[in-house]
Every structure is written in structure tokens, then in C-alpha cells.
């Protein structure tokens, strides 16, 4: 269907407006800003399938303004239809087609011309402005999606996308480049985290010679501060004991000199003699005590010294604890130490191997210096997939190109043997030649058309003059019953009123006057058909007269023409239908050719690009074949080797770094078991040196400990019983002592009354009573005094009073010493309390080193991990290769399955663009459009240019009307000031492909409000309509 005119009665600001007739290619509707183009659009659109809401700039007006009228002339399979609606209040419309009313055959008729096209189908696809270009949804439809997308994957494609999406999966699980995490950076992370544990556990054995160290320092320092405060204690004990025994002493002394002081008396009183007798009596009674107390000291200091004990034992006591206590750790050192011997041997075994594998040029030192952190392998592996990459890419291009250069020779070729059988010239100067004569033969063959017109209307005119002449009179039966009516009516009326019957008289004379009246219509039909066969008789000699004499001229110049057209053939009697379809034929090679040429050109410039490219692909190959050979130089590989077998001996290279690390990792050990063992071993020797014993045998180091734990045991038991003899045998002694006081107290105390009573006898005590009731008293003070002073004593029976001591002795000087020492004792006590806590801990911190066994375990949490790192690495170089040989498959399942559409919709890109984008894509299974431009480079549509976006989208827009056209469907696409956004170069692109696009039938109305571009189209032969700039409505529009 294609439109012919459009008629505006009444919509929008459009009110009487008339378009002349539309060509069948490109049409050009030009108007300023606000003239009404868009409402033009929408009018076609409403035409067609109704009208929608009305403007909002005349709602709430009156009725006749909301109420939209008008029509379209529209061209279908040769025959016109005049589409008809009329609509008001914002209702779609009425439709009618040719005259016809009724609405719902005008509206089946309508969808027949239309095609059974939807309506959100001709917006989206053949009524196209701006905005609705830019816009990537409008074609996301159900009905433009499958043709744009392709949506059928088929079993393959299914197959592809599955595979992909789970390879991917599993690959990203092992390792995701973009953030750098996975399963196998994981185990990398742990293998060096148990690494650096490892080597901090080498360092516990250095720790653990430290703490013993301390430990020994420790304790000789606590055993020191012990004597120190013991010490202190003492001279504490003997100040508090001065303190107490001051008093007494000094009030003893002071009753002696009062005493001294006292006359002699002669006599003493009576009781006196009593007294005497008492002390006397008391002497008697302590003589033997002191004598069987000392008896009983002798015999427990006798048995003390029975207690005998090795001196040697007891002075190295803490020696042999110290020894006994490594028992346990000895017992494991011995067996550990022969075991580490085997693996370290076995390990040298291994490591020797590896490095044999390597070859002859590789050694243990060149191996420890070779770098196997997870940093230089990933680096290894980014350089050997740049150079792998880039490798396929250039084989990909090269193979490319040759097959390009291959089809443009061939190309080349063919045209030049097509040139050869179509003439002299070049391709143009041909085409414009069999346009003119294929333009020529047209008008030919339209002058034999009106010649077969006019012999047919000549035909017509003579048989039509033949049948006026013809005409036939009025046949005789007419006349005999018209008459029959006229004479059977004048009886009857005469026979009814001759017998009196009225009615049958009227009845005769109604059948009389019958007759006449019919006899004279006849006549005077007859009369009239006459005259006007004869005037028609006229006007068609007449006729055929003009006819005649045209046809003579047609006659005449057909000869002419043809003889112009087709100069030396005989072609009058030949079919101007034969001569225009060779002429056809001939053009359309001669375009096919053209077009042949024009892609060979095209075809040359991408091979000239792909040379560059390929240029350029070799130079990226040679800087990563470079940085790979850098790579395999650092790492100490030759830089000659492949990736395949790069890969391989680095495999080999870390299998035997593991193996030489494995085997420094068990000489380590035994270093440090063995290390242990002979301090131990070294300890023990110092001991048994110490205790003048023998060279001990490694066999008999237990028994030996078992002998020195036992005569420890035993020599501290006979110690602690020699001390408790000593003690009692001092207790003994002091009781001793007590008792000579005592005896020596009342010698003292006789001699004193004696001497009190200044006589030798009773009778002398007697003279003297009242000097001896004094001495009473200071002897009854004395005797108080004693007792305190025997009571301190008592007290503090380790201590003696020296009396040099009492006589220096200060109080306040005393005080401060005391002071003094207790100070000294809580900084004494603090101190060693500091010491036994760090003993504490030292012990416990040696205690668990000696326990730990958490070395083995991280070397054997290496060894798995390092094992898990080997399967994940294989599973991920395996991923990696099945993920390139898939993505070779899916470019190739894109290359061989894109939708036709597409297809056709490069053509009209890379016309529109001048070359600068040269395919259009859709991802498999993906709702996505990717174009490549002339580089190569893949781009998606949102990071096209705003211009460069709609260019796509129109060039899609006219492969998918080329394919609806193949399939039947002919509507005209409305455009409203696409090339807006264009630059000049691509606006003149874009104009060329359109007139090409129109020139295969396709009708297209142009809206426009730019001049330069109706200027653009007006060179190309195209005259654009021009809109009236202002109309009534408007103007209210505006004023409104």
C-alpha cells in the first residue's frame, strides 16, 4: 500500500490542508518548527487505525475543534481506496473505504490493506520520530524482537549457553580474576600462611635455649635473696629481742648499783634463815638437771652424726632434679633423632632425583635461588596467556585476511569476464545508457498502450454509433393491445350505459381512456429516443472523428521513437514488453556489476585494513613473545621454550623446590632434636662429672637417672632426719643452760643475803633488820626484774644476751634500724615474689615448648595443601582451555547464526556511516546489540554515540521493512527529523541510502524542519513539500 494524497478536514492545529500526490519512492515534507509535522505523523497513524486523545491545547473547547476528519488516497495492487474516519471527544473514530459506511467492513478492508500489520508494530517500525528512534525498547517487542535477536537458539545454541554458563561457574570458583579471589588463591593465601608458621617454629628451639638459661639464672638469684633475707630476718630478730630485754636488763643493773649502794647491815630479819634454807635446798635440787639435760644433748648430737650423707648429692640437688625432669623428652628425642635420619635420607633421595629430572645444568644452589611464590607463578601465567592470546589472534586475522583477499580476487576476476560481454565503457557510462533507453522504451511502450486505447475506444465508439442506428421500433403487438384496450374500453363504456349500468360504463370508459393514455406515452418515448440517438449519434462521430486523427499521430510516432531508441533493428512489429524486459535484464547486470565493483573497492580498503592490523597483531605477538622471555629469564628458564613446555618444567622445577625445601625443612629438625639431645646429653656428662662418676653409656642414661633420682631421694631424707636430731640436741643444751642460770641466779641470791645482812650467818640478818627490810624490797624488785628479763629470754632461746650490746644500746636508734629492716624485708620479699612468678612462668613456657608438636602438624597441613593446589591447578589450566576452545565455538555459532535481519541491517549501517561500522551482532541468548567498526573493535549500543545509535536503529528499521516486504507486507514509512543528530557527512549518507532503500519501491515520507537537508535531497532530484508556515489555528493556538 502506498499513499497518494492526504486530506486534513479538521485535526490537531491542521484544518483543510491538502498534500499534492506522493511519489511511490521518497517523499520530502519540509516545515519550519511548530508547522505541524509530528501532527501530520499522527494523523496518518490515526487515519489508519484510529484516532487517540485529543491535543491538549484543545481540550475543554468546542466540539467541532476536538473532532478530528480526514482521508488518505492509498494505492493497493494497482487499485485506489480512499481511506475515510471521522472521529470526536477523543474517540477513535469511524472508518469507512470507498464509500463504504459501515464500520466493520471498512475496518476488515483497512486491515487488509495494512497487511494485518499491529498497530504498535507500524508505530514502532514504519511511523518513526526522534525520540521513538533513540529509544532501544521500541524494538524489543515480541514481533521486532524475533526478527531483530533471532530468538530461536536451536539445540546447538542451547548446548553452547549451558556449557559456558557452567564452565564459567567453576572456573570462577577456582579462581575470578576480577577481584582475585577463589579456591585456588585460597590455597596459595594458606600455603604461605603455614610457610610462615613453619619458620617461626624453627625459632622455639633458639627460645627454649634462652628460657633454660633464665630459668638457671633464676633460680641461683632466688636461692641468693633467700640467704639475704634470711639474714635480714635475723638481724630483725636480734633488734625486736634488744628492744624487749633493754628494759628488764637496765632496771636489774639499776637495782644492783642501789644495792651496792646500801650499808652493810649486820643482822637480817627472822625469816631470813628460812630463805636461806630454800635456796639452799633449790641448789640441791638443780645440780643433777643441767648435768642430765647436757647427758641427753651429747647422746642425740652423738646420734646426729651417725646420719651420714653424700655432701656431693645434696650440693647438686638441683642438677639432678633439673636432669631427672628431662627424662621424658629423652626418651623421645632417641627414637625421634633415628627417624629423622631415614626421612632426611630419603628426602635427599627425592630432592637428587627432581634435580636429575631437571638436567645437568641445574643444581641444588641453582634450584634454591629459583622463585616459586604464588606471585611469580601468577605472573607466569598472565605473560603465557598474553602470548598465547595474541598468537590466535594473529592467526585468526591472517587466516582471515587470505580468505578476503582470495574472495576479492576472485570477485575481481568474474567482474573483469562480465565486463568483457556487456561492451565498450566503464560501468556508469553503461548504466546511464540503459537508463536512457529503459526510459525510452517506457514512454514507448506507454505510446502503445494509448494506441491499443485508442483502437479499443475507436472499437467502442463505431459499435455503440452502430447500435443507435440500429435501434429497434416498437414492435406491433404493442400497438394491437393498446388498441384492443382502447376499443374493448369505448364498447364496454357504450354497452354500459346503453342497458343502464353506471358502473360497467365507467369501468368501459376507464379501460378506453387506459389505452389512449398508454398509445401516447409509447409515441412519445419513441419520439424522444429518437431525437436523442440522434444527438448521441453526433457526439460519437465526433469522437470518432478526434479519435481517428489521434491515432494516426500515435500511428505515425511509434515508428519514430522506436527507431530512436533501438537505431538499426527492425523492431516495429517487436513487443516493447520483450524489448524493456532485455532492457531490464540488461541494467540490473550492469547494477549487479556496479555493485560487484563498488563491494570489490570496499573489499580492497578492508583488506589494506586488515594489512595494518595485521602489522600491528605481529608487533603485539613480538613485544609478548618478549615479555614471555623475560618472564621464563626470571624465573630461570630458557626463554627458547614453548608455553606447553615452559609450563612443564616449571611444574618439574617447583616438584623438586618442594623437595629440597621438604628436605631442609627435615635437616632442620634433626639439627634441633640432635641439638636438644646434646645439651641434654652435655648436662647429663656435667653432672656425672660433678658426682665423680664414670663415662656414662647412652644405653644406660635412664638407669643412671633412676639411681640419681633414688640417692636424691635418700640423702634428702637422712638430711631432713640429721636436723631434726640437731634441733632437739640444742633444745636439750638450752634447758641446760636455763637450769645453770638458775643455779647461778640463787648463788647469786645467797650471796647476796648474805652480803645484804653483812654477816656470814643468821645471827648477822638478825643485827641487821632494818637495813634487810630494804634490801628486801630491792631484792623482791630484783627478783621481778630477773624474771622479766628471763621471760625475753625464754622467748628467743637461739638468741644470747652480750652485754656490750645492752650497754650500746639505743632506743630510738633501735626503732630506726628496726624500721630500717622491715623495709628491707617487704622490698626482699616483693623482689623474690617477682622472681618466683618469673620462674613460674619460664618453667610452664618451657614445659610447653617441650610438649608442642604443632611443627609436624603444619608440615603436614602444607603437604596437603600444596597437593590441593596441584588438582586445582590442573582442573583450572583444564577450565581454561575448554573456555577458549567454547569461545572459539560461540564465535563461530555468532558468525553462522545471526538473524538475517541484522544481515541486512549492516549494509544499510555501514552505508549510512561511510564504512565506519561494518557488522551488527546480537550475543548468543542475549537480548543485545554489538556492532564491530572497520578496527575490528566490538562496541555495545550504549556506548554508541547519540547519533551513531540512531543510525543503527534506522538501519534496522529498514532491513526489517525489507524483510516484511519480501513476506508481502508494503506500508510507507513516516520519518519525522530522524537526521537530526547526524553530521554532514553522515546526514549525506544517510540521504543516499534512503533513496536507494526507496529506489526498490519502498514509499517513504521525510519529515523535516531543517533546509539544508530538503536543499541536500533537492540535488538528488527530490522536491520537497513545503508546509504552510502559519494557518487560523495555529495562530489561536499560539495566542491561547
Known sequence: MKITEIHVDRFGIWQGLALPTFDSGLNVIYGPNETGKSTLMRFVRGVLY???????WVAGRDTHLASSKGSLRTIHEGQEYDIHRFARHGERGAASVNGFDEELRAEAAITQLLS?????????????????????AS??????????????????????????ADLNCRRQELFDPSDNSGHLTDLFQRQAEISAEIESAETLRERHLVLSHERDELQAEIKRRKVSQQQLQSQLQGHRFLEQAWPAWNQVREIRFELEELPTLSGFPEDGLHRLARIDEEIDSLTGNDQSAIAEAKSLHAESQTCRTDKKTLLHATAIETVCKHREQLEELLPNATALQQRGAQAAETRDEAVDRLGTEWSTDRLAKVDTSPTVQLRLLDAAHSYHNRLERRSRIRRRYKQRAAACSRRSRELQESLKETGDGTIAEQMLAAKQRLSQLQELHGMRLREAELEQRQAALT??????DETPPMPAWAYLVLGFFGVAGVIFSLVGFYTGLTANGIVGLMYALLGTACGGTAYALKTHAESV????????????????IRLRESRDEIPRQLDET??????????????????????????????????????????????GKLQQVQRDVISARQAWSEVLTEVG????????????????IIEAKNALQSCAAIDGQLHASRGQLDMILDSIARLADQLDWDEIDTDDLMTVLDVWQEELVNAQRVQSERQTLRREARSKLRHAAGFRRRLAKLHVLRAGLLTEGNASSVAEFEANAAAVVRRKELESALFTANAELETVCANQPGLAIVEEDLLDFEMAGNTAKLQQLDESLEQSASELQSLFERLGSVKQELTDLESDRQGTHLRFNRARVEDEMTQAAEEWFALELSSRALTAMQQQFERDHQPATLAAATKYLAQMTRGRYRN????????SLCIDNDQGRSFRVEQLSGGTREQLFLAIRLAIVEELSRAGVELPMVLDDVFANFDESRTEAAVETLLEFAGRGQQILLLTCHQHLARILDTHGVNAIWLPESCPSIEERRAG
Not at 587 to 606: G, H, K, W
Not at 637 to 652: C, G, M, P, S
Not at 920 to 927: D, M, N, R, V
Request: net charge negative; hydrophobic share 35%.
Open 566 to 611: 533501438v537505431p538499426g533493428e527492425n523492431h516495429v512489429d517487436s513487443p516493447t514488453d520483450e524489448l524493456m524486459i532485455q532492457q531490464s535484464r540488461q541494467l540490473a547486470e550492469l547494477e549487479r556489476l556496479a555493485d560487484v565493483e563498488e563491494r570489490i573497492s570496499n573489499r580492497r580498503q578492508q583488506l589494506s585494513d586488515w594489512r
Open 533 to 548: 440517438a440522434g444527438e448521441n449519434a453526433e457526439a460519437l462521430s465526433a469522437e470518432l472523428r478526434d479519435l481517428e
Open 463 to 468: 459499435e455503440r454509433l452502430a447500435r443507435i
Open 50 to 56: 484510529g484516532f487517540g486523545p485529543p491535543e491538549p
Open 116 to 136: 494485518k500489520t499491529s498497530e504498535a508494530m507500524f508505530e514502532r517500525l514504519f511511523a518513526v520520530d526522534l525520540h521513538e528512534l533513540q529509544e532501544l
Open 637 to 652: 628458564l630458557k626463554e627458547t621454550l614453548r608455553v606447553d613446555e615452559a609450563f612443564q618444567e616449571w611444574r618439574r
Open 139 to 164: 524494538l524489543a517487542g515480541d514481533e521486532m524482537a524475533d526478527k531483530v535477536y533471532g530468538l530461536t537458539l536451536g539445540p546447538e545454541g542451547r548446548t553452547i549457553l549451558e556449557t559456558w
Open 920 to 927: 551488527i551482532w546480537t550475543p548468543l541468548g542475549k537480548q
